[in-house]
């Protein structure tokens, strides 16, 4: 197998809810709040843990800039 079988794009890192909070300038309990009212990022439920992909946060905000205009 030589590199270039494998996937073409890199797993993006899982951040839990703590570190996606820190990205968006929010607290915890913020992005909980934003989870609950489906403003939220994507995210999904891993072993019982809340965990957001780095590319959806990053995805997030960039769409937040472009609808901001």
């Known amino acids: 197998m030589t590199a270039t079988d494998g996937p073409t794009s ?5 951040l839990f809810v703590a570190e996606a909070a820190a ?6 309990a913020q992005l909980y709040w934003m989870i609950q009212s489906g403003t939220a ?3 999904a439920k ?3 843990r809340i965990v957001f ?3 959806d946060i990053e ?6 800039f472009a609808e901001a205009g």
């Open 10 to 14: 890199t797993p993006s890192s899982l």
């Open 23 to 28: 990205r968006l300038r929010r607290s915890p």
């Open 41 to 43: 990022p994507k995210h």
């Open 46 to 48: 891993i072993a019982g």
């Open 53 to 55: 992909r780095e590319s």
């Open 59 to 64: 995805e997030y905000i960039d769409a937040a």
